[in-house]
């Protein structure tokens, strides 16, 4: 079972990493993600997330109090604004675009409803 977790881990780092360049995926999430499955599978891999520079602190914040800080609160709706407009670009079908534009809009909602670090 921990060669499972470790593989989900490793996946959600890699998508979190790309996330941090592509405003279509999200890193934060990624990476809470990555330490929950981290602590199931590496502890060392979990000790080198959780400490890490960049990724480290969202995730204490988030570990420890459920808030996000402002700055990534920022960061998320300027990327989702981005991730929507890029779909407004491409063309994507008006029921594509409505369904994106409700669960971005609830995912907005969870994010500014959370406490601020």
């Known amino acids: 079972m921990r060669v499972i977790?470790?593989?989900?881990?490793?996946t959600s780092l890699v998508l979190g990493g790309v996330g941090?360049?592509?405003?279509?995926?999200?890193?934060?999430?990624?990476?809470?993600?990555?330490?929950?499955?981290?602590s199931k599978s590496s502890e060392r891999l979990?000790?080198?997330?959780?400490?890490h520079p960049v990724?480290?602190?969202?995730?204490?914040?988030?570990?420890?109090s459920g808030s996000i800080s402002?700055?990534?609160?920022?960061?998320?709706?300027?990327?989702i604004f981005a991730?929507?407009?890029i779909s407004?670009?491409?063309?994507?079908s008006p029921t594509l675009l409505i369904v994106q534009a409700i669960i971005l809009?609830?995912?907005l909602i969870f994010i500014w409803s959370r406490p601020t670090a």
């Open 5 to 10: 977790w470790l593989i989900f881990g490793l």
């Open 20 to 38: 941090a360049f592509l405003p279509i995926l999200p890193t934060v999430p990624f990476m809470l993600l990555a330490a929950f499955c981290f």
């Open 46 to 51: 979990h000790h080198w997330l959780v400490t």
């Open 55 to 64: 990724f480290g602190p969202p995730i204490e914040d988030w570990q420890t």
């Open 70 to 79: 402002r700055r990534v609160k920022r960061y998320a709706t300027v990327s």
């Open 83 to 85: 991730a929507f407009g």
């Open 88 to 92: 407004l670009l491409l063309g994507l």
């Open 105 to 107: 809009g609830f995912v």
